[in-house]
């Protein structure tokens, strides 16, 4: 199903690391394909700028040129960040992530085993597990990507009234490119949305939505006058 392939998602024209998208599945990439391919091209070098009061710990870390992290934050290798990126104050990069261009990791942001793409950002307050951003998503305050289930066992994806087992005992989410995600949302394990989809704040999803979706949670507003 084309729904399964990450080109429905990804445009990696321009992704300097477009070839780990090679796989049948799109969220095949996550785990030990990840793992594998940063420890195969992960050259450690540091040619941003990393400010006084940062921790970088280990030495399977690469920060780009143009690349700045701020006071605070804390990367744990193996990591590799593109160029021009914003790693701002109290971000935690738990490691096995991989960071293309122009992309911010904002303030109290924790992302483990996840890729983004060029342009996405993640301000302020979110969870990035075991996930993929597509090219330009931004994910509003406090936006929580899942990776675990409750019970026991691997993450299943639902699309129409098929489950399909991802194989993955932690998979969060795949956004695809152009997707704004609304201000303290939470995506379920195992959520796949389109391209150039809007899910509206405090919305909590799970399974699969098509390309150019809105997604929005209804609820009434019960106003009553002070006595």
Not at 83 to 106: D, Q, S
Not at 151 to 179: H, M, P, Q, W
Request: net charge positive; glycine share 12%.
């Amino acid at each position: 199903m084309k729904e399964f392939q990450s080109t429905y998602y990804f445009d990696v024209t321009n992704v300097s690391f477009r070839d780990i998208f090679q796989t049948k599945y799109c969220w095949e990439v996550l785990g030990k394909t990840l793992q594998q391919y940063i420890q195969k091209n992960l050259k450690s070098e540091i040619r941003g700028e990393v400010q006084n009061g940062a921790y970088i710990v280990g030495d399977n870390i690469f920060i780009g040129e143009g690349t700045v992290v701020e006071p605070g934050a804390y990367i744990i290798g193996p990591t590799i960040i593109g160029k021009n990126c914003e790693v701002r104050h109290g971000a935690y990069i738990r490691g096995n992530v991989l960071v293309g261009n122009n992309c911010v990791i904002g303030h109290t942001t924790e992302i483990k085993s996840s890729i983004m793409l060029n342009g996405s950002k993640a301000g302020h307050f979110a969870y990035i597990g075991d996930s993929i951003l597509g090219n330009n998503v931004n994910l509003g305050a406090g936006t929580k990507l899942a990776n675990l289930k409750v019970v026991e066992g691997n993450v299943y994806i639902k699309i129409d009234d098929k489950n399909i087992d991802s194989g993955l005992r932690k998979f969060g989410a795949i956004i695809g490119d152009n997707t704004e995600i609304g201000c303290n949302s939470v995506t379920s394990p195992g959520t796949l949305i389109g391209k150039n989809s809007t899910l509206y704040s405090c919305t909590v999803t799970r399974g699969f939505y098509p390309p150019n979706s809105i997604i929005k949670l209804r609820q009434n507003l019960d106003i009553t006058r002070k006595e």
